[in-house]
């Protein structure tokens, strides 16, 4: 038996209790005590030097598990919107989409889905570049990073 659950929410979490009944021994109950937590997103500030390299990893502080392996986007901040600059698709483990013309020249994929901008410039200031990661169909890990260009 299994329930299956959609459009998942924070305030469905507690506990859920399946009971049926078999015969000749009677009810059978089981018992599992959910919690849903809401997707936090990390936040960092890199400093940069004009014309220098600038190295963004995508999730910091994951010793735990190698994400490297997983798909991902790299996006940037731009005038209230956001515009795609590297992703990496579930079926392409090697294969990187650069859709930005903008950014295009600049901007590449680095190792564990880190992101690397060269040269960085005055107009990367205060930019906010931010990472999402798929590690589940229904899972996505986030991570933004405000540029400080001096």
Same mark, same amino acid.
């Given at each position: 038996?299994?329930?299956?659950? #959609?459009? /998942? ?12 009944? !078999?015969?000749?021994?009677? !009810? %059978? ?7 849903? $937590?809401?997707?936090?997103?990390? =936040? =960092?500030?890199? $400093? @940069?030097?004009?014309?220098? !390299? ?11 598990? %190698? ?14 919107? #956001?515009?795609?600059? @590297?992703? #990496? ?5 090697? /294969? ?10 600049? @901007? ?7 992101? $690397?901008?060269?040269?960085? $410039? ?22 933004? !990073? ?5």
């Amino acid at each position: 038996w299994a329930l299956h659950l #959609k459009n /998942v929410a924070i305030s469905i979490s507690g506990q859920y209790e399946c009971s049926f009944a !078999t015969y000749p021994y009677g !009810t %059978n109950t089981a018992k599992i005590q959910l919690i849903v $937590k809401a997707d936090e997103e990390q =936040h =960092h500030l890199r $400093k @940069v030097w004009l014309n220098q !390299t600038l190295e963004i990893p995508c999730l910091e502080d994951t010793t735990s598990e %190698n994400v490297s392996t997983y798909p991902f986007k790299w996006l940037v901040g731009e005038n209230g919107r #956001k515009e795609e600059l @590297v992703a #990496k698709e579930p079926s392409c483990s090697a /294969v990187y989409r650069n859709s930005s013309a903008l950014h295009r020249q600049r @901007v590449f994929p680095g190792l564990n889905n880190a992101l $690397k901008i060269f040269p960085t $410039k005055i107009t990367d200031d205060s930019r906010v570049f931010s990472c999402r990661v798929m590690y589940h169909p229904e899972r996505v890990r986030k991570s933004s !990073t405000t540029v400080r260009a001096f």
